[in-house]
């Protein structure tokens, strides 16, 4: 039995006190999204398994899971919603899992405690040394071609951003976090906030790079640092926010193999690994379209939609067929949007369901009103088709 449960927010727990925030405009409705978003684990789950969520399962999502074949047991987090589920695991716990695997989003400073209040047996990394390599410091400190520089005063960070380049919080995600500097005012904006702030200065500045494709590479590292080659997949990406995920292009295939890309994504997951961390792990990556290969722009150690995305497709080739992973923002008039998009789907032949080609809802809790985030998995005989099921969409 493996127990999945965790904080879709993790950067933000991993910070450390003390370091300047970029300017930015605080978004509470995206951190309740967040949190929705731990039910995307669902699809990791197997008949066996048990998922653990910040928000109660709605019966509609329960149900979905169960005829698309990821029939886990389904359990909301008791105590404080304001609290992230580790605290609330570890303040309360829940009886019957003793003896079963604990495998979290990302592991923060509580999740060793929650894990051992719900009596889970297996390791888990230490949490100083997941904050560490999830930091864009970090990554942009092993040197590799185009990954920047990381700058710790104002005087450093106007040299850095004396050409066009994008300013970055070490621990930002999703979109935030990240601010192109292109002109002086631009420059004296972010100064200003930062002289606001009076905190410690830890940035990381990028060169502004005419983006040609958003691709990320997905391992897993095990507890004796042997690394699990998982595969590449395509990132569709708005701005520096997710929006999906799909099979690479061959043209892109063969210009990493030329590049020698999957060595040199090794060699930082033997990096990553040499520091003591095991568990997931992504490489996002980028080429430019002056043809010019970014091979590490940042390192996610942790499960991700991309990860995610790359699993289900892994599910979907076994059985046959193409799958990909989306995240459209749509309105949502009310808290019904969920099982009336499911009916309709499946009122029209295309939700995919015992094995039939379609779209396949994967998350209930990010669909709040009055705007939502609809994540989807896309499944086709083929990766062809899945543009057409799209469309349908």
């Known amino acids: 039995m493996t127990v999945r449960f965790g904080s879709c927010d993790a950067e933000r727990h991993w910070r450390p006190t003390g370091v300047a925030v970029l300017p930015a405009v605080p978004d509470p409705r995206t951190e309740q999204l967040l949190r929705g978003m731990d039910e995307l684990l669902a699809v990791l789950c197997g008949p066996e398994d048990v998922l653990l969520t910040h928000n109660p399962p709605a019966a509609a999502f329960t149900e979905l899971m169960r005829a698309a ?22 303040a309360h716990g829940l009886p019957g899992f003793e003896g079963g695997t604990a495998e979290p989003y990302a592991v923060l400073p509580g999740t060793s405690a929650a894990a051992g209040r719900l009596g889970l047996d297996g390791p888990l990394p230490d949490p100083e040394v997941v904050r560490l390599v999830n930091s864009k410091s970090w990554t942009t400190r092993l040197g590799l071609p185009g990954s920047g520089q990381v700058v710790t005063s104002l005087a450093e960070l106007d040299r850095a951003a ?22 002086p005012a631009r420059l004296a904006l972010v100064r200003r906030g930062l002289e606001r702030e009076q905190g410690r200065i830890e940035l990381v500045v990028q060169p502004l790079y005419q983006r040609a494709a958003d691709f990320a590479a997905h391992l897993v590292i095990g507890p004796g640092g042997g690394i699990t080659w998982l595969g590449i997949g395509q990132l569709e990406n708005d701005r520096h926010s997710f929006r999906g995920s799909g099979a690479p292009s061959g043209e892109l295939l063969d210009q ?48 991700s939609p991309g990860l995610i995305s790359s699993m289900l497709a892994g599910r979907a080739g076994r059985a046959g067929r193409a799958g990909r992973l989306r995240m459209s923002l749509v309105p949502v008039r009310d808290e019904g949007f969920f ?7 499946a009122e029209t032949g295309r939700l995919a369901v015992d094995g039939r080609p379609g779209i396949l809802p ?7 009103p009055p705007r939502g985030w609809l994540f989807h998995a896309v499944v086709g005989d083929a990766e062809p088709d899945l543009t057409g099921i799209l469309e349908k969409l």
């Open 362 to 368: 994967l998350a209930a809790s990010t669909l709040a």
């Open 69 to 90: 074949g990821f029939g886990a047991r389904h359990h909301a987090v008791p105590g404080d919603p304001a609290l992230t589920v580790e605290e609330r695991l570890a």
């Open 162 to 183: 004396s050409e066009p380049c994008v300013v970055k919080d070490p621990y930002g995600v999703a979109g935030q976090g990240n601010i192109v500097v292109d002109s």
């Open 339 to 345: 099982e009336r998009l499911v009916n309709a789907l």
């Open 256 to 303: 990493l193999d030329r590049a020698g890309y999957r060595q040199t994504v090794e060699q930082v997951a033997a990096a990553v690994a040499e520091e003591g961390y095991f568990g997931p792990l992504s490489v996002d990556s980028m080429t430019t379209t002056t043809g010019d290969l970014i091979p590490v722009l940042e390192v996610n150690a942790r499960f």
